[in-house]
């Protein structure tokens, strides 16, 4: 059981928009930036958004970060085949003083 | 380049300790905080432990506390776990990551490829 929830699994078709949620609590997601994280299969994680909003150099603007109280949205635009993985959302909880994930969500590409 | 190479995962049988090491390049190691991060296998991602830039200041998920033990050299530029006591829910890989740069700016921004520890009798 994660302490972020996150629904198991998505889909869209190409060029579509969809959008991966993660909810939480004030010690974490309310108080604190929210990650997210893309995971290719066989591949280690790669950082899309920080400070629930903010893109790392070379992630397209198409994933897009948005948090608001104790809930965040990953939102990916212009679905593309190669946008099919996991994906995972992850903040501090300062109640843990622990770093906390959600369980990810499996997106497909239809 | 930024790198991070982790090794050390082994198999293991219940009970025993394991060290697994994440050699760090191509960034100021001493200046970023550092966290390893697991992931059993078909499972979600789990964070583990991070430590400071100077070491000084660790932190650990309550399933590991005091049987993981995460520590750095930065004469060294490396990054350490001593796993003791281990058990088979510690069967996972294993995943260095970086943490902020003297507490600012993002974490997690570069990953290791990881390291596979299988705990089994």
């Known amino acids: 059981q994660s302490v972020l929830t996150q629904p198991p699994s998505a889909s869209g078709t190409p060029g579509q928009r969809v959008t991966i949620s993660c909810s939480g609590s004030s010690s974490n997601i309310g108080s604190n930036s929210v990650y997210w994280f893309q995971q290719l299969p066989g591949t280690a994680p790669k950082l899309l958004i920080y400070?629930?909003?903010q893109w790392p150099s070379g992630v397209p603007d198409r994933f897009s970060g948005s948090k608001s109280g104790t809930s965040a949205s990953l939102a990916i635009s212009g679905l593309r085949s190669e946008d099919e993985a996991d994906y995972y959302c992850?903040?501090?909880?300062?109640?843990?003083?622990?770093?906390?994930f959600g369980g990810g969500t499996q997106l497909t590409v239809l | 380049q930024v790198q991070l190479v982790e090794s050390g995962g082994d198999v293991v049988q219940p009970g025993r300790s394991l060290r697994l090491s994440c050699a760090a390049s191509?960034?100021?190691?001493?200046?970023?905080?550092m966290h390893w991060v697991r992931q059993a296998p078909g499972k979600g991602l789990e964070w583990v432990a991070a430590?400071?830039?100077?070491?000084?200041?660790?932190y650990y998920a309550d399933s590991v506390k005091g049987r993981l033990t995460i520590s750095r050299d930065n004469s060294k530029n490396t990054l350490y776990l001593q796993m003791n006591s281990l058990r088979d829910e510690d069967t996972a890989v294993y995943y260095c990551?970086?943490?902020?740069?003297?507490?600012?700016?993002?974490?997690?921004?570069?990953w290791g490829q990881g390291t596979l520890v299988t705990v089994s009798s």
């Open positions: 430590i400071s830039f100077d070491g000084n200041n660790k």
């Open positions: 992850a903040a501090w909880d300062n109640s843990l003083s622990a770093w906390v």
């Open positions: 990551a970086n943490g902020r740069v003297r507490g600012n700016g993002p974490e997690f921004d570069y």
């Open positions: 400070s629930s909003n």
């Open positions: 191509g960034f100021t190691f001493s200046d970023y905080a």
